[in-house]
């Protein structure tokens, strides 16, 4: 099945919005101090991490 224009627009647009918000926590993440930064990745108890950061 091939999407239509108007698919492909919305497509496009959620896609650019999420690379933003990617990109938007990636530099609070590295602005924010070492300290938290640890605060941040330490896994909390029962807690599953899928992504490694």
């Known amino acids: 099945m091939i999407p239509t224009r108007d698919e ?3 497509m496009y647009r959620n896609m650019v919005t999420s690379r933003k918000f990617e990109e938007t926590i990636v530099r609070i993440f590295f602005e924010a101090p070492a300290w ?3 605060l ?4 909390v ?3 599953n991490r899928f992504a490694q950061v």
């Open 8 to 10: 492909q627009h919305w």
């Open 40 to 43: 941040i990745c330490e896994p």
């Open 45 to 47: 108890d029962g807690e």
């Open 36 to 38: 938290v930064r640890v």
